[in-house]
């Protein structure tokens, strides 16, 4: 069965910058996006970027111009550059990739936790 893996979540002091990766142990045909969304405690799943087949993008107000998501499709992977972070921005990351059939598929979730 295929699995996404998240890397690169951890502890950074506000202002400072973390790079999520993700990437699929198996092949999934018929991406048609890539994304990433966050959880924070007591909150609700919230969508932070994603990115289409074509390249476009789109972001949570909560994060343009800080967040940068990238993708990778020959290796079918996706990245969240994250600059400026600030303490809001602790939550725990899920990747997802979309199908065209409609199936998503979910990491299993990278913390991110922004504090002095």
């Known amino acids: 069965q295929v699995q996404l893996v998240e890397s690169g979540g951890g502890l950074v002091q506000p202002g400072g910058s973390l790079r999520l990766s993700c990437a699929a142990s198996?092949?999934?045909?018929?991406?048609?996006?890539m994304a990433w969304y966050r959880q924070a405690p007591g909150k609700q799943r919230e969508l932070v970027a994603i990115?289409?087949?074509?390249?476009?993008?789109n972001y949570a107000d909560s994060v343009k111009g800080r967040f940068t998501i990238s993708r990778d499709n020959a290796k079918n992977t996706v990245n969240l550059q994250m600059n400026s972070l600030k303490p809001e921005d602790t939550a725990v990351y899920y990747c997802?990739?979309?199908?065209?059939?409609?199936?998503?598929?979910w990491g299993q979730g990278t913390q991110v936790t922004v504090s002095s």
């Open positions: 990115i289409i087949t074509g390249g476009n993008t």
């Open positions: 198996g092949s999934i045909f018929g991406i048609s996006a």
């Open positions: 997802s990739y979309h199908v065209i059939t409609g199936r998503h598929y």
